[in-house]
Structure formats: C-alpha cells, structure tokens
C-alpha cells in the first residue's frame, strides 16, 4: 500500500516559522497532487494549498503569501514552508495526496497521520 508520513510540527511563537515535510513511499506508479490540510479543534478539515505540478498549484486566501509548497518528485516530497505564522494557523496539519498504485488503476487518495502545529507565546 501506500504510506505518507509527515513530520515538521511543533510548537512556534507568532510570526515564526516552519517547514513540513511529508514523504511518500510504498506501491506507487505515479503522484498526481500532493498537498497539505489543516484541522483546528472543533472545526472542519480544510485545504491549506496543493500542488499538481510546478505550474499548477493553489493556497487557501488564508495563507497566501505566507505560506509556500513545493515537491521533491524523486523523493516523492511534499513541503509546506510557514511563515509569519499566526495563532489561527494552530492546528493538526494532514498531507494528502493522489496516487495511482498501477499504471491500469485510477489515482486513489493517501492520507498522512497528521502533526500538530501550535502557535502561541
């Protein structure tokens, strides 16, 4: 099967930053999209930005402008680099992606474990 593990949260004071990273590995064709979503306490998953390719990529209006992803396609790496990081932006970020598992079969959709970004003094 397939395996995202992410890794890159922690705990951060506002206006810091960091950089998830979320590695993809297993029975794997190709990748289509990779991204990353977020999930705060008490509120619905939603999109932080994903990537199709290095021309075809979209953010949350929440993020724009702070946040940037970007993919390693040989190490079949997604990275979410944070800055000005604000105390809304604390939640449990989640990698997702679309992989084709054979050449005949259509992409399925990959989840990470999730890591914990925290945003606070």
């Known amino acids: 099967q397939v395996q995202l593990v992410e890794s890159g949260g922690g705990l951060v004071q506002p206006g810091g930053s960091l950089r998830l990273s979320c590695a993809a590995s297993?029975?794997?064709?190709?990748?289509?999209?990779m991204g990353w979503y977020r999930q705060a306490p008490g509120k619905q998953r939603e999109l932080v930005a994903h990537m199709r390719s290095n021309t075809s990529y979209m953010y949350a209006d929440s993020v724009k402008g702070r946040f940037t992803i970007s993919r390693d396609y040989a190490k079949r790496t997604v990275y979410l680099q944070m800055d000005s990081l604000k105390p809304d932006d604390t939640a449990v970020y989640y990698c997702?992606?679309?992989?084709?598992?054979?050449?005949?079969?259509?992409?399925?959709?990959?989840w990470g474990q999730g890591t914990q970004v925290t945003v606070s003094s």
């Open positions: 997702n992606a679309e992989v084709r598992t054979q050449f005949y079969l259509r992409a399925q959709e990959y």
């Open positions: 297993g029975s794997i064709f190709s990748i289509n999209t």
